[in-house]
């Protein structure tokens, strides 16, 4: 069974930055479209970045220009570089493919103060 380690999530100021990483235990990493989706209280979990295994990449309009997603695939690892941090982007982010086929891991969180 996939196990996806989300990590790198923390309390920042507004402004500020954090890089998230996602380990996946399986050797089928590198042929997955791979995301990043965030779940905020009381919300649904939405896709916030994606990369295709050709590093093509893809943002949702609410940070794009801020966030950048990119993948070590000899590492099996997705990152989440977040820049320009605002208070709405606190959340608990979690890494899965494309389209979440995976299971969930337990998430990072992630909060920013004002």
């Known amino acids: 069974q996939v196990q996806l380690v989300e990590s790198g999530g923390g309390l920042v100021q507004a402004g500020g930055s954090l890089r998230l990483s996602c380990a996946a235990s399986t050797s089928s990493f590198s042929i997955n479209a791979m995301g990043w989706y965030r779940q905020a209280p009381g919300k649904q979990r939405e896709l916030v970045a994606s990369?295709?295994?050709?590093?093509?990449?893809n943002y949702a309009d609410a940070v794009k220009g801020r966030f950048t997603i990119s993948r070590d695939n000899a590492k099996n690892t997705v990152y989440l570089q977040m820049n320009s941090l605002k208070p709405e982007d606190s959340a608990v982010y979690y890494c899965n493919t494309r389209f979440g086929v995976w299971p969930w891991g337990q998430g990072t969180q992630v909060t920013v103060s004002s």
């Open positions: 990369i295709n295994r050709g590093g093509s990449t």
